[in-house]
């Protein structure tokens, strides 16, 4: 696996379902987030984790959980949703740039998880 | 605050002419701007960035972009276009507290 991942790739829920998003990056990085992308709307920042510890809530509902036991996985816990939160969630890695004194650190995408709740 | 602006959500060009996409951008600080394409079904991919170096940005896929500070615009183009450059396109901004903003995106159709 090179990159990285997302699964699963498509999930349809209902909206009292309990389900979890999972992303896994193999690029050595140290900062991993989590993207909402709507339609016609711009990407969304939800959540920042450097090192493991969040470091942003993008004031995201509490009906978004997210987790990070290593600086390789991060999870999205879903729960009680509703037909809004339907979106395409992408999950990103960088280097932490405050470590490295770069502004210019580039992150790279997974493919998302498009999300339908219905 | 730190933003930036992409002038039409949709661009139609034929196969072989040029590409314009437009990105215009609000700093206090020095930016630093980035062009990220999207094709169906993916994520983001980074095509080129503007950190203060050279204005003339060279990426991937025969694309570029020129950093103009007195227009505060960060264009990206490509001298011909080729069917398999229909994607969407997406201009950013890293913000002084390190945070990555995007546009809302251009979509771009190549027609034969």
């Known amino acids: 696996e090179t990159g990285v991942t997302q699964t699963p790739r498509h999930l349809v829920m209902g909206m009292t379902n309990k389900k979890s998003l999972k992303c896994e990056q193999h690029?050595?990085?140290?900062?991993m987030y989590w993207y909402k992308q709507s339609a016609k709307k711009p990407l969304e920042l939800m959540f920042v984790?450097?090192?493991?510890?969040?470091?942003e809530n993008n004031s995201v509902p509490s009906r978004f959980s997210p987790e990070c036991p290593n600086s390789s996985h991060l999870f999205l816990h879903l729960h009680t949703l509703q037909p809004e939160d339907s979106a395409l969630y992408l999950c990103?890695?960088?280097?932490?740039?405050?470590?490295?004194?770069?502004?210019?650190?580039?992150?790279?995408f997974g493919p998302g998880t498009r999300l339908t709740v219905t | 605050a730190q933003s930036v602006t992409q002038l039409g959500s949709h661009v139609s060009v034929s196969e072989g002419a040029l590409v314009l996409l437009r990105c215009n951008y609000s700093?206090?600080?020095?930016?630093?701007l980035f062009w990220y394409v999207q094709y169906p079904n993916q994520g983001l991919q980074l095509l080129l960035k503007?950190?203060?170096?050279?204005?003339l940005v060279k990426g991937i896929n025969g694309f570029e972009a020129e950093f103009k500070k007195s227009e505060t615009s960060f264009h990206l183009t490509k001298p011909s276009a080729h069917m398999s450059d229909a994607a969407e396109y997406f201009c950013?901004?890293?913000?002084?507290?390190?945070?990555?903003?995007f546009g809302t995106g251009t979509r771009l159709q190549v027609f034969p």
């Open positions: 700093s206090s600080v020095p930016p630093y």
């Open positions: 990103a890695s960088s280097h932490d740039p405050p470590a490295l004194g770069l502004r210019s650190y580039e992150q790279y």
């Open positions: 984790y450097n090192f493991k510890e969040q470091t």
């Open positions: 690029l050595g990085h140290n900062a």
């Open positions: 503007y950190t203060s170096a050279a204005t």
């Open positions: 950013a901004v890293i913000t002084n507290t390190d945070k990555l903003i």
